[in-house]
DNA sequence: CTGTTAGCGCATTCAG
DNA sequence: CTGAATGCGCTAACAG
């Protein structure tokens, strides 16, 4: 590939001019300008990210780490931040971390050694002293949708306990009492929220919570499949099911086609989180709806205010707030009143 | 951050050693490999991916482009080359082109000037000449699912001919006789594949294909809807339907739920691709199922065969051969005979 | 077994 | 308005 200074001789100019029109940093006559352009055009020359950053310290990547790209609400993140990227021309890493901490881990040593320029992460919730790294570095770190026991950067969610709370108090309202809720590690904190949500509707009813409703699984279809069986088979089983994730929504589905239950004569259901497939479910199944795209717009945005504000060179490290938005119920049809 | 120099200087040794104890490039003293060891581990030294890769020309990362990574099918396949990538410390940058030239075109560039080991991807089908760009500068490319015009690399797909044909048969056999399909642009490789496969079968069956029962419509749910209302508005509508993407199969739902038209009472429905939920619609649905292991598998070797023989400075261009796999149809309750 | 040095491709002083 | 020279952090000869 030629280098910018195959163009300068081409041009027959130095390479600092070259450099200059490549990013207009100082004017140039604009006859040798387009000498310089012509030049280009001919080699075909297209500048090296790899030198530039090395230079600049700049790399115009930043890299997004989701637990699953397969679960339609991470790739709509994915998909999302990418959507923001791209005219300004940033490049994504994107990386699965498949629940794991260990290749959590692995990936954050791997966009250390990348200097990537920022991190959105939905962390698997694990303790990661490698967030400490980035912090140290200065590296701007916006968590998105949950949060790490201690965090190094503000926080992109929607509000779990409100959330929670509601789909709980929607049953409740509609009569029903024995309400199961399955999720995975309750430490994760979307999970303590939306737990958190549904004890508090229980309390607000003036009702206990019957613990053995809550059911927590392994993040896997079969283990969750199997754990909706069992709630479904005892004899006092719930009329309702909250599911708490795309996974556990499958699962109990699954039960309940095994088990030929019918939604909602069976049973009722609130899924996270919705999905195209969803609203064609006989009956169209009422689910939360979490406000992808201002999660996506929120978490760009206060990426761009860390890396402005680090930047500034200000020494100070500024705390960006967290953004909390509201995720909606949408009332289709597998819920019914008892 | 520090650098190569800093924990030479600290470990009083040469960069050159250090660089080695990094590399395991050669034999060096365990006694100076120990002291360069705990220089790095007490400066918290990270070399800089981005300096190795200006003086080795290599930046371990390749990029996937595809679609919509929202769509369940690019999604798992984003995911598969992501998990046969990591182990090998490989960082993957993923582009959405959003069957957008202009945008592929963008990011094509954009990898050029990152100067990338390997591309694979899903094309949007439009000729593109910066392909050929890639091509000579012998990055390899690996054309993924659907093949554009002018491809300057192998292709790894599902014969789409074959199960093209295998749908249509399986219709045709129980007794449809008009079956419609719902498919983009017929230019597009796979849709190509799909609808010859179709209409061999008829040929095949000697019976004559109803052009109107042929649906090209924009990738857009609404529009596919539209489209999918109108086939079933007709007083001589189909009795089954063969959806040729998730899309498709989104729309026709969407438009028998409209209708509420039930499947298979009221028309048969064949859905590409497989999900986790076509599986538990009621009834469960009739769909096509491609390979995607096999497929991420297949993409990876041959782009890896391609690095090596790259590597290997062999003047020779060896042209890989493409990989065509098998897709199933999973049969389900969505069909039933007439 | 180890050190010195050149250079990868670029941006950026500092002179002119 | 332009050019020469320096250095970013690292690997790879080449010496020793």
């Known amino acids: 590939m030629p280098t910018i200074r195959d163009v300068a001789k081409l041009a027959g100019v130095s390479t600092a001019t070259v450099s200059h029109v490549l990013n207009n940093s100082r004017t140039v006559l604009p006859e040798t300008r387009q000498q310089v352009l012509h030049a280009i055009e001919q ?30 609400f991470f790739a709509s993140i994915v998909r999302g931040i990418e959507d923001r990227l791209e005219p300004h021309g940033l490049n994504l890493i994107v ?13 954050l040593e791997l966009l250390l050694a990348r200097r990537v320029d920022g991190l959105i992460i939905a962390p698997t919730g694990e303790a990661q002293t ?25 926080l992109v969610a929607v509000d779990n306990h409100a959330i929670g709370y509601a789909a709980t108090n929607y049953l409740l309202r509609l009569g029903h009492r ?3 809720i399955l999720a995975r590690k309750p430490m994760l904190s979307t999970v303590m929220g939306r737990l958190g949500g549904y004890r508090q509707a229980f309390i607000d009813h003036r009702l206990t919570v019957d ?19 069992q709630l479904l088979a005892s004899n006092q089983h719930p009329t309702a099911i909250i599911a708490t994730n795309q996974i556990m929504s499958l699962g109990v589905l699954q039960a309940m086609q095994d088990r030929h239950l019918k939604c909602p004569d069976d049973i009722s259901l609130i899924c996270f989180d919705d999905n195209p497939w969803v609203a064609l479910f006989t009956p169209p199944l009422t689910a939360v709806r979490q406000p992808v795209a201002e999660l ?9 205010q860390a890396l402005t504000h680090q930047r500034s060179k200000s020494v100070e490290k500024t705390i960006l707030p967290d953004v909390l938005l509201k995720a909606e119920l949408i009332q289709r049809a597998s819920c019914k009143s008892i």
């Open 43 to 72: 080699l075909n020359y297209r500048p090296s990210a790899i030198a530039r950053s090395l230079t600049t310290n700049v790399t115009r990547t930043i890299a997004v780490l989701v637990a699953d790209i397969t679960n339609p």
């Open 95 to 107: 990386c699965n971390t498949d629940e794991q901490a260990d290749r959590e881990a692995r990936y």
């Open 130 to 154: 490698l967030f400490h790294e980035f912090a140290s570095h200065r590296i701007p770190l916006v968590f998105i949708d949950r949060k790490p026991p201690h965090p190094h950067g503000p």
């Open 178 to 180: 024995r309400i199961a």
């Open 211 to 229: 613990e053995s409703l809550i059911a927590i699984t392994e993040h896997d279809l079969a283990a969750v499949a199997n754990s909706a069986r």
């Open 296 to 304: 996506c717009d929120a978490a760009i945005n206060t990426l761009q």
